[in-house]
């Protein structure tokens, strides 16, 4: 509230300034992994007709299904982009 | 759990939103409450229960069924002549249980037969289709008559399978929109 408070912690807020962007960076990515993985097992999973509200069996055998393979998709495509990126620079 | 929408639901552990109405210090309670809830649901979606349930159906049918049809037996008059009137009933009454206990096990065996295939084969496909119970019914048609050789085995399974087709032809039938 005082310019004495304000002056006496401008330091400490700019290091907690970085952190909130990478915390707001993080949760973007976060909300948006989510958001496309909810979307894609949807449209693959769950039948356009709609009898009842539950998912069936099927349908939640599918999405757990679904669920593993976004992440291991996810993990060896990182993999991968780790090798080239790694042979890249090494090579150039 | 609530959680503001638009928002993923992800949150540090023991920071997730309490339902409106709950303290901090029933938090712990509610997470058990809410992984028992999680295993209670599993195992009613599980293929085993199913395949209980379906066997205890049957057998409450086939029961029915042969209680009902008992009354349409007739037998010789002169079977059961040098016992008294309890004896008779009594005998009677026991035939009747010894073939709801038949025909009961007989239902009991195919219903539980039939969703448990089709349960294992929903959820080795992951889909939910018409193909499921064709395929459950052809399997336990054979099932039901493989002691009677190929040829019989086969055509009881194309005749369950055709018998389940009309079934969940039914079932899952369009129904007209209600206002």
Redesign the interface.
């Known amino acids: 509230m005082s310019f004495l408070g304000r002056s006496g912690s401008s330091s400490s807020n700019g290091v907690n300034q970085e952190r909130m962007d990478m915390a707001i960076q993080e949760l973007d990515m976060?909300?948006d992994v989510?958001?496309r993985l909810v979307s894609s097992c949807h449209s693959k999973?769950v039948?356009p007709r709609y009898?009842e509200g539950d998912l069936?069996?099927?349908?939640?055998?599918?999405i757990d299904?679904c669920v593993a393979k976004f992440f291991e998709v996810n993990k060896k495509v990182g993999e991968k982009l780790q090798n080239m990126g790694a042979g890249a620079a090494g090579g150039s | 759990m609530n959680s503001p929408p638009l928002v993923a639901p992800i949150f540090p552990a023991g920071k997730e939103p309490l339902p409106p109405g709950f303290s901090e210090e029933e938090r712990e309670q509610l997470m058990q409450a809410k992984k028992y809830q999680a295993w209670t649901n599993m195992g009613m979606e599980s293929c085993v229960t199913k395949s209980v349930f379906a066997g205890g159906g049957g057998f409450v049918i086939g029961a029915f069924f042969s209680l009902m049809s008992s009354s349409f037996a007739y037998e010789d008059p002169l079977l059961r002549q040098n016992l008294s009137t309890r004896q008779k009933a009594s005998e009677i009454f026991k035939e009747m249980g010894r073939g709801m206990w038949k025909s009961g096990k007989g239902f009991g065996k195919v219903g539980a037969l039939f969703a448990g295939i089709e349960c294992v084969i929903e959820s080795y496909r992951a889909r939910n289709d018409m193909v499921n119970p064709i395929a459950a019914g052809f399997v336990t048609g054979g099932i039901l008559a493989r002691n009677a050789g190929p040829k019989a085995a086969f055509g009881g399974g194309i005749a369950f399978a055709a018998f389940s087709a009309a079934i969940d032809l039914f079932l899952r039938r369009e129904t007209p929109e209600e206002d």
């Open positions: 976060i909300t989510f958001n999973c039948s009898a069936n069996k099927g349908e939640s055998v599918c299904r």
